[in-house]
């Protein structure tokens, strides 16, 4: 679903969803090499329950991970991540649960190279397929 | 990005991405049990490379894996597929590549269960940033 920037550091990483609002920041760091470019002041860091995982405080959701395991495969290494903390701010939130709508992430397709933003809400989950079970009676 | 229907048979499964017009289809297998309701018939299935991994013909982009390797996690397995054939229809592609705006997935969102259609053409990746990196010189 999101665009991930992520650090692995210490047995920890991060993983943090940017808004539509950070999608030029995000954009940004992608593009540039950090040994030609100090890129360091682009982004805010805070640091969580491990202390050295660095978390960047723009985004509205951060999952601070300690690394699980790694998987070598073919063409890329999986790091796989034991969520140890996740963090957001009220602003996000719906009756206490993280609101898309409120954080608005954001998507890339490959090789087109396009940023998408969520659309609109087409259904409710474990409901819309009510109206097949009905005629299946 | 996308709502998976997968089959695990044979050390091969298939993902197959649904688009918005399989919303309710998509929901309903997700909502009963096969040892509860007969499903099968709910969407058409055919074979590729592999001839024992069941694809789904309703679906826009079929992803047919050889199983990898199964990761054993603390909630769940891990299934790793190598990806062996992608099947789709001309009708899904612009100059010869996938095009979301024609292949029209969908996101789920927890605990809230809501589906979200893929929005506005927000930006180019690794160009939107430029902004910054033209400030900084």
């Known amino acids: 679903v999101i ?32 040994s030609e ?6 982004f805010g860091v805070f640091y969580g329950k491990l202390k050295n995982a660095p978390l960047i405080r723009e985004c ?6 300690r690394l699980h395991d790694i998987v070598s495969l073919a063409s890329n290494n ?3 991540g034991e969520v140890v903390a996740v ?4 602003k996000y939130l719906t009756d206490g ?11 890339v397709t490959l090789p087109d190279n396009r ?5 609109e809400n087409i259904g409710r ?5 009510k109206v097949i079970s009905k005629d299946k009676k």
């Open 3 to 34: 665009t991930v920037i992520y650090f692995v550091e210490n047995g920890c990483f991060s993983v943090n969803i940017p808004s539509e609002d950070l999608l030029e920041k995000t954009d940004y760091v992608g593009t540039v090499s950090g």
């Open 37 to 42: 470019v100090d890129k360091s002041e682009t």
């Open 60 to 65: 509205p959701i951060n999952i601070e991970c």
């Open 78 to 80: 999986l790091f796989l």
């Open 87 to 90: 963090y957001t701010e009220e």
């Open 97 to 107: 649960q993280p609101d898309i709508e409120k954080i608005k992430p954001f998507v």
């Open 115 to 119: 940023y998408w933003a969520i659309g």
């Open 125 to 129: 989950a474990w409901n819309t397929g």
